[in-house]
C-alpha cells in the first residue's frame, strides 16, 4: 500500500517495583514512559515558489504533522492504559507470580 510520508519513532519503558510482605508480594508502583522521535519531511522553499505550490505544500505538511502527532497522542494513552493495569493487580503469593503477572498484562496491552 501506499506509505505516509512522516514517521514516529517509539521507544516505551517500563519500571515496576514490588513490595513483599511475608506471605504475598505485589506491584508497589509502576511508571511507563514513550520516547517519541517525529520524523516530517521538509521542502526548502525557494524564494520564487509559484502561490499554488507553497499552499500545497503548506496544507500537506500540516496534514502530515497532524497524522503524526495523533501517534504520539495513541502512545501516550498506551503508556498510561498500560500503568493504570499494572497499578490495579492485586498482590500474588510472591515475587516471581506478580513479574510474571507484570508480563503478562504488558504483553496483552
Not at 14 to 35: H, R
Request: proline share 4%; charged share 30%; aromatic share 6%.
Amino acid at each position: 500500500g501506499m506509505r505516509h510520508p512522516g514517521a514516529t519513532q517509539m521507544a516505551f519503558t517500563t519500571s515496576v517495583s514490588y513490595a513483599e510482605k511475608s506471605n504475598s508480594c505485589g506491584i508497589a508502583d509502576a511508571n511507563v514512559t514513550v520516547k517519541v522521535k517525529v520524523i516530517l519531511p521538509e521542502w526548502r522553499r525557494p524564494r520564487k515558489a509559484d502561490a499554488g505550490v507553497r499552499l500545497f505544500w503548506d496544507t500537506l505538511s500540516a496534514d502530515i504533522k497532524r497524522h503524526e502527532d495523533r501517534h504520539v497522542e495513541i502512545a501516550k494513552n498506551h503508556a498510561r492504559e498500560l500503568e493504570d493495569a499494572l497499578k490495579a493487580t492485586y498482590p500474588r503469593k510472591n515475587c516471581q507470580e506478580a513479574k510474571a503477572k507484570a508480563a503478562e498484562i504488558a504483553a496483552a496491552i
